[in-house]
């Protein structure tokens, strides 16, 4: 009886050390399982990576919270709080990513560059739609955005709209009561590259495309880029600019001007002077001899042009009337004016020369690059 007893007893304490065996590998599961969540949330952390990068050209501005709609392309993350878009590792399109409310006429959008990505070309598109995020399709996004032109609803977009922007660029835009829209890059003066249709609501978006990576929506305001009493400023310097290349045109004009006429004449050609001296009605030239009149009415209307030709090669027409470097090998589109090289044409475009032309003053369009033959 005592030894069944005992053996019923130890049965027990077996099973007690089974059942807490098979109770313990649960629990370490448990463990991994809790420090996955753990780890989920710190990377889903809603106030994460705001701070990465400082504001440079707007840190004095107030903004309106604005934020990435959720409805974004196959291949972006957002961050927790919505502000923060990244571009998939080994991606280089399909990074839509839309402002979760329609923009305001005015009101001027800001986004930072916060990665680069070199091993790419293109990058950064922006657009504007009459389609709510919301009713869009990710998986009907195209890779390349000007196919976005071929969709059934108003789409507008712009490819390469920064120019292969850099890590720390601050890009605004601003949609104008009059339906143009404004560029500025690192506090710039903003230039207008498009217009649409604000009759009806439209929703601002980016494709994070090739060198571009990583970006964050800072968010809006109605303060303009450059107030009233910068933008005096930069006109003065602007004009006073111009007057120093008028007057450095002028010394060129002078200069020039004094050279040649500390040269002595040039006869004209004896052909010319010959023709002249014949008397109006003179005599016939012998037979079977040509006539020498066309040949050197030629030789006379040539010799202008051959003068004229050289005066404009001295005079450096063809040199960028900014640099006086490079050679003139662009036009400015509207006004049609060929006085700049493209590489000083872009910077008075979308840099300091504040997109107007420095001959008419009128604002650029676009640069188109020209090839002499």
């Known amino acids: 009886m005592r030894r069944s007893l005992n053996n019923f007893a130890r049965s027990d304490e077996t099973t007690e050390q089974d059942n807490t065996n098979q109770d313990e590998p649960t629990q370490v599961i448990d463990n991994e399982n809790i420090v996955n969540r753990l780890d989920e949330l710190t990377l889903n952390d809603p106030n994460s990576n705001d701070d990465e990068m400082p504001l440079r050209f707007n840190s004095s501005f107030r903004f309106r919270d ?25 991606e280089y399109s399909n990074g839509y990513v839309f402002v979760n409310e329609p923009v305001r006429n005015d009101e001027r959008i800001v986004i930072q560059i916060l990665a680069t990505e070199n091993m790419y070309i293109g990058s950064l598109a922006f657009g504007l739609t009459s389609t709510d995020p919301n009713t869009i399709d990710p998986e009907s996004l195209p890779e390349d955005s000007d196919m976005l032109l071929d969709r059934s609803e108003y789409w507008v977009v712009s490819k390469d709209v920064a120019n292969s922007p ?31 249709d604000n009759s009806v609501n439209l929703w601002a978006f980016w494709d994070v495309y090739g060198n571009t990576q990583r970006l964050r929506i ?24 111009d007057r120093n290349n008028l007057s450095m045109s002028d010394l060129a004009h002078d200069t020039s001007s004094s050279e040649s006429n500390s040269l002595p004449p040039i006869p004209p050609p004896r052909r010319s002077q010959s023709s002249q001296n014949l ?9 079977g001899a040509k006539p020498q009149t066309t040949v050197e009415a030629a030789d006379t209307e040539d010799s202008p042009r051959t003068s004229s030709a050289s005066r404009d090669s001295k005079n450096g027409s063809d040199e960028c009337k900014i640099c006086y470097e490079s050679t003139v090998d662009c036009v400015l589109y509207s006004c049609g ?12 475009w979308k840099g300091r020369g504040g997109g107007i032309c420095p001959m008419c003053r009128n604002n650029i369009q676009d640069v188109i690059k020209i090839y002499r033959s």
Request: hydrophobic content about 30%; aromatic content about 6%.
């Open 337 to 348: 004016h060929m006085c700049l090289c493209y590489e000083c044409a872009l910077q008075q």
């Open 279 to 287: 008397p109006p009605h003179g005599p016939h030239p012998p037979k």
């Open 218 to 241: 800072v968010g809006s305001t109605k303060e303009p880029v450059i107030r009233a009493d910068q933008l005096r400023q930069n006109s003065n310097a602007s004009l006073e600019n």
């Open 166 to 196: 850099e890590e720390g660029d601050e890009l605004s835009f601003c949609v104008k009561e009059d339906g143009s829209v404004e560029f500025s890059k690192n506090g710039n003066i903003p230039s207008v590259f498009m217009h649409v």
């Open 66 to 90: 604005l934020c990435f709609h959720q409805s974004t392309g196959p291949n972006v993350t957002l961050n927790g709080n919505h502000t923060i878009a990244w571009r998939h590792e080994d």
